[in-house]
């Protein structure tokens, strides 16, 4: 059954099979009922859905900290903004979560510091679920309005981030779970859901930067993250996908979904302080953006 998986993750991750895609999707397109001016202003979005994608499932965070900020730019609703980010994620994290996985089954199964990979993912999912469907059903609201609250959720992360490179000293790394880390994983997973279902991100986030203070695998953590908000996501596009902007996803999903496969190489080349700091500039530069 791995040497399946694994064929079948080479075929998808050969140039081959990406210029193939790239193609059927184009021909796809220009057989659509749109004008080339129409394909012209959309192919942005597809730039974008790439963009977001590698940005996401390379941190942990979840697409959202690219979309969101942009759908405003553009005048989406509230509801639009949350409903498409989702959507677009459902592809490239999705895409993100399944090369993780593979990278896990193929390279880290026996390896001591992702001992703990699997059961993070499993609490953290779980309650993550439970956060999210207890927004949806007892329809609480956002305490302040999408902007303002996605802008001071990146300016804290943003700025806790950077507290976070500078003034904890270099430590060996762990990868034993104890008692006290199940308990921060399910307020995490609790409190992460129901901000995911506020803002389209933030169990990733959160969930990335807790495992990194407690000095896990910058990889594994990532790995972990990107596949806790796959699931996530997932279970958000069933309670919002009358609001999606599906033009904008027919261009985004495929980039997205090259982006998702793309990221973790990028993840293999970069340091984990290097890594923080290009997660925590970018958050930063959306809060200021967001609040001018």
Same mark, same amino acid.
């Given at each position: ?153 990146? &300016?804290?992360? $943003?700025?806790?981030?950077? %507290?976070? !490179? +500078? *003034? @904890?000293?270099? =430590?060996?790394?762990? /990868? ?22 506020? &803002?389209?991100? $933030?169990?990733?986030?959160? %969930?990335? !930067? +807790? *495992? @990194?203070?407690? =000095?896990?695998?910058? /990889? ?73």
């Amino acid at each position: 059954m791995a040497d399946m998986t694994k064929q079948a993750f080479m075929r998808l991750s050969n140039p081959k099979f990406i210029m193939l895609f790239l193609i059927l999707w184009v021909s796809l397109l220009l057989s659509s009922n749109h004008t080339l001016s129409q394909l012209a202003d959309y192919i942005f979005f597809t730039f974008l859905g790439t963009l977001g994608a590698i940005f996401a499932n390379s941190t942990g965070a979840g697409g959202g900290v690219v979309f969101i900020p942009m759908f405003t730019q553009l005048n989406f609703t509230e509801q639009q903004s949350i409903a498409t980010s989702f959507a677009i994620q459902c592809f490239g994290m999705t895409a993100g979560a399944v090369t993780w996985w593979h990278h896990y089954r193929t390279e880290k199964t026996d390896l001591r510091l992702w001992q703990g990979f699997k059961r993070i993912i499993c609490v953290t999912t779980i309650a993550s679920i439970i956060g999210l469907n207890a927004v949806f059903f007892y329809q609480v609201n956002s305490p302040a309005t999408l902007h303002t609250s996605f802008s001071w959720f990146s &300016l804290l992360l $943003g700025f806790f981030i950077v %507290l976070t !490179i +500078y *003034l @904890l000293q270099p =430590h060996r790394e762990r /990868s034993q779970l104890y008692y006290v880390d199940y308990i921060f994983l399910i307020l995490i997973g609790l409190f992460g859901g129901a901000v995911t279902a506020w &803002l389209s991100v $933030g169990v990733g986030e959160l %969930l990335v !930067i +807790y *495992l @990194l203070l407690r =000095h896990f695998d910058i /990889s594994m953590a990532v790995a972990a993250a990107v596949i806790v908000s796959a699931i996530s996501v997932w279970t958000a596009i069933a309670q919002v996908n009358s609001d999606v902007y599906w033009q904008v996803v027919l261009f985004a999903g495929p980039g997205a979904v090259l982006g998702g496969i793309f990221a973790k190489t990028l993840v293999t080349h970069l340091s984990a302080i290097k890594l923080k700091l290009f997660f925590a500039c970018w958050l930063l530069l959306s809060g200021v953006v967001g609040l001018i």
